[in-house]
């Protein structure tokens, strides 16, 4: 079983992976057109062209969504840390009393 704070780092960094991949699609869109006209690239290129700009949208979109659940569910106090939730994920019982507390 894979260690679940591992699964929190790399879920952190999906958002940056995700806008990473937006901006290349968005620099792609930009530099395609230029680079298919000036005959470095074939006509295969610019087909590609075409749905570049909505692939940029839906990964900016992805990234976008996934850095606001991920600071929702901090917000929650959702983990997967072992502290919280022993060693599987999940999320804190705020209404609950902590184990071994006063009541």
């Keep these: ?3 679940p704070a591992a699964d929190a780092q790399r879920a952190g960094r999906a958002p940056g992976v995700l806008g990473a991949l937006a901006s ?4 792609a869109c ?23 700009p909505a692939l940029a949208l839906a990964l900016a979109v992805a990234a976008v969504g996934t850095w606001w659940l991920g600071r ?3 917000r929650k106090g959702c983990s997967c840390a072992r502290s919280t939730a022993g060693s599987a994920c999940g999320c804190l019982d705020k209404a609950a009393p902590a184990a071994g507390g006063r009541q």
Aim: charged fraction near 10%.
């Design 72 to 74: 929702r569910r901090e």
């Design 1 to 3: 079983m894979a260690d």
């Design 30 to 52: 930009c530099l395609l057109p230029l680079l298919v006209a000036a005959g470095v690239l074939g006509g295969g290129a610019a087909a590609v062209v075409g749905w570049l």
């Design 24 to 27: 290349l699609a968005c620099v």
